[in-house]
């Protein structure tokens, strides 16, 4: 940041949610996650947008990037997180992350990765045309199944049935 003009520094300092990038010629929301040339009139413009003044409102002080490995931006709803380890969207908003990353199933998850990464890597790199690079870890997620109850017979309908005989209903006369 030494050869960044000290108007531009003062700016930067100001606003917690922009951090400069290594090349140290582009600035990145971690909010929204664009990134702006590092000139101070584009920077005082996008922070006085209606998108980011919403977004430091909602959550000044709160970094996703702490989850990062597991949990990231989804590529299917953008107003979303994606958990990696339980395969499940999640809101963007703060209390709704903790709830998520503090729950059981994702603990669980969290604890079975870790065992595994011990023993073996189990990632799996899986590239899709036109889509960016994403890993997946396989073997984490345990899907819920309904328990069978009583037999394991299936029980079929019978519709071989005589049909009903209308002749005793008929109106006299």
């Known amino acids: 940041m030494s050869e960044l003009p000290g108007d ?11 951090r400069l990038q290594t090349d140290a010629r582009k600035v990145r929301c971690i909010l929204t996650g664009h990134e702006l040339p590092c000139r101070l009139p584009e920077l ?21 990037a702490e989850f ?8 299917k709803n953008p107003h979303q997180l994606f958990c990696k380890l339980t395969l499940r969207h999640i809101n963007k908003c703060p209390e709704h992350v903790l709830r998520h990353t ?7 998850a969290l604890c079975k990765y870790k065992e595994d ?6 990632r799996e ?10 890993t997946v870890y396989r073997g984490l997620v345990q899907k819920r199944g309904k ?8 029980k079929f309908k019978s519709h ?3 049909p009903k005989s209308f002749s005793s209903c008929k109106q006299p006369g």
Not at 117 to 122: I, V
């Open 8 to 18: 531009v520094r003062a700016f930067l300092r100001e606003h917690p949610s922009l």
């Open 44 to 64: 005082q413009v996008y922070t006085r947008g209606k998108k980011y003044q919403r977004l430091v409102r909602a959550s000044p002080a709160f970094d996703y």
């Open 68 to 75: 990062e490995p597991h949990i990231v931006p989804s590529t």
């Open 102 to 108: 503090q729950g059981r199933r994702y603990q669980r």
């Open 117 to 122: 990464e011990k023993a073996k890597p189990p």
């Open 125 to 134: 790199k899986a590239t899709d045309e036109g889509r960016r690079e994403t």
């Open 147 to 154: 328990k069978q109850l009583g037999s394991l017979k299936k």
């Open 160 to 162: 071989h049935r005589k």
